[in-house]
């Protein structure tokens, strides 16, 4: 188990930090090649999201310089990031990836959004091929362990999110949604989560901005809202009492000069911003204009709190489950260790067997159908007895640490090291790992 992360997340580091590391959907791709390209890393993912940015690899000696990947690639010191960094390897590596998937490790415990972001960077990672065979052992594991997550405990049971908690905020601050305008920027899911959760809380109009024209009409018209042309933000936005921005810009599109417009023309009538995005689309100088009330994927936190102690006895839980699956999956990477070997074995035996036979068949004489068969039973029978006891001492190993030297010990003594096999066995070998793999659970 060579599993290797590294990472930064709302705990861990401040939202100035977190956007300095955040990597946009169409260069998530290329984020993930040059992460495969990184001295040691066999197979490699990365998670960006407003509450995370995390490196996952599979690593060819368990210890690749992930920090080093980060520096370079972000253009950090180590001054400015490392105190903020945590890292996991092998076994708690695995634990964290099934609670970041199962969303224990979210802002909002139990919200939906964080699984299909996880689903969707695991594509992006197959579809370039830097995750392949123990990644996706692990994330393909992941996901079912968060679906039994979601249906053994309660943790998800309400809709909670970061656009529901945002609209929370906002309704504490007028008191009321009715009545109120709203302009929602940006059409992704978040975008429509928080457009759903607002017009069940009475506001009067919804109008929405995307850079793609289209996918505003589309999420406008499902709320029957107005759609506005990006180009058109700034001259239509001081309709909105309340702005709720998550785009994927890489820099902040509201700026003070925009600010103060807006008040001018609503005759300094409050507005309402909440800044969803990261990196953040609302500069902070925002937030010193009377009038302009501006709150970030951060200050949601306190907002958050009832969640997270409402959620605790569940949360405990989905970490019983969670801490279950991940010896489960431990002890089923042990047990695919010992397959090559046992394979090995069964090949090596196979063929003696066969050479045997045809040696003495000519001393033998015809030999009628049954004779064959009889032959055949009894050699088979033979191998299999000598198989018996190395084959269940290897299983048995499996669970264990001693695993390793059962195995070179069994390989040094039926002398089965450096035995290349030609594409039939090969074949054999790998239906032979299918079959022990499919044997467990």
């Not at 033998?364 to 004779?371: A, F, V, W, Y």
């Not at 195995?407 to 040094?412: A, G, P, T």
């Amino acid at each position: 188990m060579r599993y290797q992360l590294i990472g930064v997340n709302h705990k861990s580091a401040p939202l100035e930090v977190r956007e300095r590391l955040a990597i946009s959907e169409k260069n998530l791709p290329d984020c993930c090649r040059d992460l495969t390209a990184h001295p040691g890393i066999e197979e490699g993912m990365i998670i960006s999201t407003c509450n995370r940015v995390e490196v996952i690899t599979h690593t060819s000696n368990g210890c690749a310089d992930l920090r080093g990947f980060l520096h370079d690639h972000f253009h950090l010191t180590a001054a400015e990031l490392d105190s903020h960094l945590y890292e996991f390897r092998e076994k708690e590596a695995v634990r964290h990836i099934f609670r970041v998937a199962s969303s224990l490790d979210s802002m909002v415990v139990g919200e939906a959004q964080i699984l299909g972001q996880v689903k969707e960077a695991y594509a992006t990672a197959r579809a370039v091929g830097s995750v392949r065979g123990q990644l996706d052992q692990l994330f393909t594991r992941a996901f079912a362990v968060a679906k039994r997550v979601r249906t053994e405990t309660a943790v998800g049971s309400s809709s909670v999110s970061i656009a529901s908690v945002a609209v929370e905020l906002a309704k504490k601050i007028f008191g009321t949604l009715q009545g109120k305008n709203v302009f929602i920027v940006g059409a992704g899911k978040m975008s429509e989560l928080a457009a759903r959760h607002l017009m069940a809380h009475g506001c009067a109009s919804i109008f929405v901005a995307n850079r793609t024209y289209g996918r505003a009409i589309g999420l406008a018209q499902r709320f029957n809202g107005q759609a506005i042309k990006f180009e058109d933000l700034y001259n239509a936005c001081d309709k909105a009492d309340i702005v709720i921005t998550s785009t994927g810009a890489p820099h902040a599109i509201f700026r003070k000069e925009h600010g103060e417009q807006f008040l001018s023309r609503r005759k300094n009538k409050p507005m309402f911003f909440i800044d969803i995005a990261v990196p953040r689309d609302v500069s902070p100088e925002m937030a010193k204009l009377d009038g302009i009330f501006a709150y970030d994927i951060d200050d949601l936190q306190q907002a958050v709190s009832s969640h997270v102690a409402d959620r605790r006895h569940e949360a405990e839980l989905a970490e019983a489950i969670i801490t279950s699956e991940v010896e489960r999956f431990e002890a089923r990477l042990h047990t695919l260790d010992v397959v090559p070997t046992i394979v090995s074995l069964q090949d090596h035996l196979e063929t003696i067997r066969q050479a045997e036979i045809d040696r003495v068949r000519g001393r033998m004489g015809h030999l009628t159908p049954e004779q064959e068969m009889a032959v055949e039973a009894l050699t088979r029978g033979i191998i299999n007895k000598v198989m018996h006891t190395p084959i269940t001492t290897l299983k048995t190993a499996a669970r264990d640490s001693e695993a390793t030297t059962v195995i070179d010990v069994v390989r040094r003594l039926f002398n089965l090291h450096d035995k290349e096999k030609g594409p039939a066995s090969q074949a054999n070998r790998e239906a032979s790992s299918k079959k022990e793999v499919g044997s467990g659970h």
